[in-house]
């Protein structure tokens, strides 16, 4: 049974003082089906690119007897048929088989060895049973065969990402290292790729997704507020542990803290005791009492009074470290006088290949907050580009001076630092403000915006939107890559200011609870 095992590592982002591991130990088996949580810039990826061996730990070592293989990647090959981008991924066999058929033409007697190599190599990969072995792999994550005819460019985006987790699980020996694969997925996917793990074993996967999480996983390694935890379980045991044991460090702590308040109250009296003056002391002797034995007895439980505080005192700095507390975020809108924001009317709107509306009519009053609801495809980010004037068309009518605020699937800001990406001074305000409740880590004027983690980019496009001045805010997915304290303060932020709002989200727990309209593409 092979194991990855983390031994005392430490590691940190120099250049921003960030420190992100410090002496952590993990144990993992490659037969183990792990899910990696932990909120957003905790170091899930970080701690993947650790166990792949794109970066090296600053102290301590990783021991790994399995290939790691990581997701996302980019798949760059001559090659165009999906076939044979994905023979090509798997150790290059595609173009190990074109070699040998070039040979074999050849009829080149002298270039035999070199056939016998590469043949061995071909075999040792499985080669000769590929085409069958990926065929298996598509049907289990529910793609039709004649996928593998088509160019890999056409795909769409949830094609090309079930096909890319398909072949790293066809390579040799694979520990498969899963980053948030199912973020650009919509329903469909999800259950695909959910289904298609449930079936794997020897993989780590990054999610916030709880039902994923239940699906997939047997264990959880949790990145938390102050250590990093392994637990045998899907994600649910985990939270129930983690709720039963707060709740119990909840109790101790007021316990622990009744204790301290009568052990004050005891050890104040002893010590008024301890400081009376001599001479009253001595007026109490006159009882005729052993009253300096007593006074010695006073002193003596004053002091393990405080010794017991002190003790309870540090026993309360030990609970609850890993509790997580959630900021509550304000969201700001203009009311305007005019009730229309926006009206399309009859719009007719589509892509060479594709028609998208036909005859559509929508209008968007104050106060709506209307849910885009469809599968990948189906329009919903042309629609918010409509509804921008990003894309403008005359079927699409603005109010007047109307201002709309976005928040994008692909972050706006990718690059740069932000004192150069704006300088509206009022707005930065408002911006840093809104940063630093939706916890990003470090937030600092100096830390470039791509060296922020995936869930920070996206938080930082949605707090670019808030502090924007609006009338109409959109959000694009806002809760992809985010983690579940997000979608909480969100959620609870847009129920209590209620800002009109166009959104497009795969989640449906918080698209039900948080719009008042649905428009289904
Ligand atoms: N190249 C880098 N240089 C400096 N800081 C970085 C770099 N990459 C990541 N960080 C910081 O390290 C922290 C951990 O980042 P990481 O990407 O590992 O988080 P994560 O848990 O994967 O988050 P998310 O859920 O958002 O994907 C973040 O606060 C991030 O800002
Ligand atoms: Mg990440």
Redesign the pocket.
């Known amino acids: 049974m092979a194991k990855i095992i983390i031994n005392d590592v430490t590691y940190s982002?120099k250049?921003?003082y960030?420190s992100?591991f410090d002496n952590i130990n993990i144990s993992i088996d490659t037969d183990w089906k792990l899910g990696l949580i932990?909120?957003?810039?905790?170091?899930?990826?970080?701690?993947l690119r650790l166990i792949n061996g794109e970066i090296e730990p600053d102290r301590g070592h990783i021991f790994k007897s399995v290939n790691t293989e990581y997701f996302p990647y980019s798949q760059s090959t001559e090659y165009s048929k999906t076939l044979d981008v994905i023979k090509e991924s798997i150790g290059m066999l595609k173009t190990m088989e074109d070699a040998m058929e070039e040979i074999i033409t050849s009829d080149d007697k002298k270039r035999f060895e070199e056939y016998q190599d590469i043949l061995d190599k071909f075999s040792e990969l499985d080669g000769f049973n590929i085409e069958s072995r990926i065929k298996r792999e598509l049907n289990l994550m529910n793609l039709s065969e004649e996928l593998l005819e088509q160019d890999f460019e056409t795909l769409s985006g949830g094609e090309k990402t079930k096909m890319l987790i398909i072949s790293l699980f066809l390579r040799k020996n694979a520990f498969v290292l899963l980053d948030?694969p199912t973020n650009h997925l919509d329903m469909e996917g999800k259950e695909a790729v959910s289904n298609y793990l449930s079936n794997k074993k020897g993989f780590i996967l990054?999610s916030h997704d709880r039902e994923l999480l239940d699906n997939v996983a047997d264990h959880i390694i949790s990145?938390n507020k102050s250590d990093i935890s392994i637990e045998k379980g899907n994600y649910s045991t985990w939270l129930d542990n983690k709720n039963m044991t707060e709740l119990y460090e909840f109790k101790t702590k007021e316990k622990l803290e009744r204790e301290i308040k009568d052990l004050e109250k005891n050890s104040v009296m002893k010590r008024s005791w301890g400081n009376t003056a001599n001479k009253e002391k001595a007026e109490f002797r006159t009882f005729g009492r052993s009253n300096d034995s007593r006074a010695a007895k006073f002193m003596r439980q004053a002091k393990a009074a405080e010794r017991n505080i002190q003790k309870n005192l540090e026993h309360k700095k030990g609970l609850l470290k890993n509790y997580e507390t959630v900021s509550d975020l304000d969201i700001n809108q203009n009311i305007s006088d005019d009730d229309a924001l926006v009206t399309i009317i009859k719009l007719s709107f589509g892509y060479s290949n594709k028609s998208l509306f036909n005859n559509f009519t929508l209008q968007i009053r104050q106060g709506d907050r209307i849910w885009l609801r469809g599968n990948n495809g189906t329009g919903k980010t042309t629609l918010l580009k409509l509804i921008s004037g990003e894309i403008s068309s005359e079927q699409v009518q603005h109010q007047e001076d109307i201002k709309i605020a976005q928040s994008y699937q692909e972050p706006l800001w990718q690059k740069g630092l932000i004192d150069e990406l704006t300088d509206d001074r009022e707005f930065k305000y408002r911006f840093f403000d809104i940063c630093k409740l939706l916890d990003i880590?470090?937030f600092a004027p100096d830390?470039p915006i791509e060296?922020?983690?995936?869930?920070?980019k996206r938080k930082i496009d949605v707090a670019r939107a808030l502090a924007s001045e609006n009338d109409l805010l959109l959000l694009d997915e806002p809760l992809n890559?985010m983690?579940i304290y997000f979608k909480e303060q969100l959620e609870k932020a847009i129920l209590e200011y209620k800002p009109t709002l166009v959104f497009v989200e795969h989640d449906e727990g918080f698209g039900r609870n948080i719009s008042n309209r649905i428009l289904n593409l």
């Open positions: 982002y250049e921003y960030q992100i932990g909120r957003n810039g905790r170091g899930k990826t970080t701690l948030e990054v990145i880590k470090v830390k060296t922020y983690s995936s869930g920070e890559y983690d």
